[in-house]
């Protein structure tokens, strides 16, 4: 007689395990995707608060899916450019370049993009002060790039 149960025990076992399986697979998050290209950026900033950052490699950056994170001695402005920008809190007048809303979006090699920061914004580029410009697509950084502040001419 208990023979008789075998096959169907097997069948039950089998059809709990695909439940199982498909629960986990639907449950589970998607893998995340390829990082984003790296690129190469340089930056250069004044005490008057003009930051310029340059893209030196990479693939071309739409600007509008991209972040730029502009710290100072690793404390970040307290109000941040929302590239492509025209006028933001923080900041003077409209950016130059691809971070400019006018601009053409695309970022390329060679390209130099600036703004200015704003004395309402903080901390101050100081003197001697390290700036440090992260341009980040999707949440992941794809260029960094530091530099000590200058005096203005």
Do not use: I
Request: hydrophobic fraction near 45%.
């Amino acid at each position: 007689m208990a023979r008789g149960y075998a096959p169907v025990a097997v069948v039950l076992l089998l059809a709990v395990t695909v439940v199982a399986a498909a629960a986990v697979a639907t449950a589970v998050p998607a893998l995340p995707g390829d990082p984003p290209p790296q690129r190469a950026v340089d930056a250069d900033a004044t005490s008057d608060g003009r930051v310029t950052v340059t893209l030196l490699s990479g693939e071309p950056l739409d600007t509008r899916s991209a972040t730029v994170r502009v710290a100072v001695d690793g404390e970040p402005l307290a109000h941040q450019p929302p590239v492509p920008y025209f006028a933001a809190r923080g900041f003077r007048g409209g950016p130059a370049g691809p971070f400019n809303v006018a601009a053409d979006s695309s970022w390329t090699v060679g390209e130099t993009a600036s703004l200015q920061v704003a004395g309402t914004n903080s901390p101050d580029l100081r003197v001697g002060a390290t700036l440090t410009v992260r341009v980040l697509v999707g949440g992941h950084v794809v260029a960094v790039a530091e530099t000590t502040v200058e005096t203005a001419s």
